[in-house]
């Protein structure tokens, strides 16, 4: 497709508005094996990652280009109509740029620049994407070696979880994966730990020193009874005044901020006086 740098899109049926808006949905974004990052922050943190978009399209207002030329992102910028940009994203007030980013920016090698052992985080059935991209977060933050999600998960391409992952897409190995070969992969670890509001033991007791993987599945329904049955310990978060539980973000949060925990002191005591 080609265009002058300084048109401005004011259809809606422009083709690349098109594919752009065909990202907000499963189907646009499987078939196109790319999604969508809204915001200054989310480009610019994506882009101190070393990841790139393919295309970023920015609202035609003196504010957004003078945030566009600020940021210089390294591809074509299209400007595009207040009316016509508000149908790229599915927030009432976007911000005023959004970029087109290939899959393939988003690693599926596991990451083991902080951790020697594997920690692997697994979101089965967690299915709001506000949830899901806190685990994202969590996991860059902690240095999870690599991010699991099962199929009958939401999205993590979704635009609610990059937005609430806010840039953590790009700092951790992230795969969606069926469940035979999810639980071939996690056979081999020393620890398969299943996040359970009735587990037999609390979350600060667990091995989370050796290679592992935490579970994490649905408030409403918990995880798969198969991952469930490979598990080696079923942990709980002790809460107090009779609340029954935290929702998934909140709770596998908490099991991957221990388990860096205990491998930073780990290795605190190993080091030399």
Known sequence: MSFEP???????????IKQARSLLRRKGRSEERAFLVEGT?????????????????????????????????????????PE???????????????????MSEVTAEPRF???RDDLI???????????????LRSAAGTGVTEVLVTPNSVDPYNPKCVRSAMGAHFLVSLRQMTMAPLMEYLSGLDAIIVADANGADSYDSAPWNRSCAIIVGSEAFGPNP???????AYVRIPLARNLESL?????????VLEAARQRRLAASLQEPA
Request: charged share 15%; aromatic share 4%.
């Open 6 to 16: 300084s048109e401005v899109i004011t259809s809606v049926h422009n083709p690349g």
């Open 41 to 81: 922050r989310a480009l610019t943190d994506m882009m101190a990652s070393g990841a790139a978009p393919s295309l970023v399209y920015a609202r035609d207002t003196p504010d957004d280009r003078a945030l566009v030329d600020d940021m210089a992102p390294p591809c074509s910028v299209r400007y595009v109509s």
């Open 84 to 102: 016509v940009f508000a149908g790229l994203s599915d927030v009432p007030h976007p911000q005023g740029i959004v970029a087109v980013v290939p």
């Open 113 to 115: 620049d902080i951790w």
């Open 121 to 135: 985080l697994v979101a089965d059935g967690v299915r709001d994407p506000g949830n899901l991209g806190t685990l």
């Open 226 to 232: 198969a991952l469930v049955d490979l598990a080696t």
């Open 247 to 255: 929702n998934a973000g909140v709770a596998g949060s908490h099991l």
